[in-house]
Nanobody, 123 residues
Framework: QVQLVESGGGLVQPGGSLRLSCEASGNIFSINAMGWYRQAPGKQRELVAVVTRGDVTNYVDSVKGRFTISRDNAKNTVYLQMNSLKPEDTAVYLC?????????????????WGQGTLVTVSS
């Protein structure tokens, strides 16, 4: 009932920038936290950045000062601005949101994942 559509991945040279977007649509009453994870080949999935409904942000240490997460509540969209990219940032980036769904007069919280977008940092 809720879908996430990601965009913005691609190939970039070291030191370059990319901006990822993730738009949520469907039977959404409200959205709580929105975040980005990444998974590189042979590695575990890790949380890259998260933003709460109150715009409190948190980042994994390896991206602090280089990545910025933001959200547009009117568009149900979360962004990840990635600057000074490094080869070790290469991974599939996945959007994750916690949504409140309204159905038949009731409300429930559910977690939704995007399909992932590939970011490759290479010269």
């Amino acid at each position: 009932q809720v879908q996430l559509v990601e965009s913005g991945g691609g190939l970039v040279q070291p030191g370059g920038s990319l901006r990822l977007s993730c738009e949520a649509s469907g039977n959404i009453f409200s959205i709580n936290a929105m975040g980005w994870y990444r998974q590189a080949p042979g590695k575990q999935r890790e949380l890259v950045a998260v933003v709460t409904r109150g715009d409190v942000t948190n980042y994994v240490d390896s991206v602090k000062g280089r990545f910025t997460i933001s959200r547009d509540n009117a568009k149900n969209t979360v962004y990840l601005q990635m600057n000074s990219l490094k080869p070790e940032d290469t991974a599939v980036y996945l959007c994750n949101v916690e949504v409140v769904i309204s159905a038949s007069g009731t409300y429930r919280i559910t977690e939704v994942w995007g399909q992932g977008t590939l970011v490759t940092v290479s010269s």
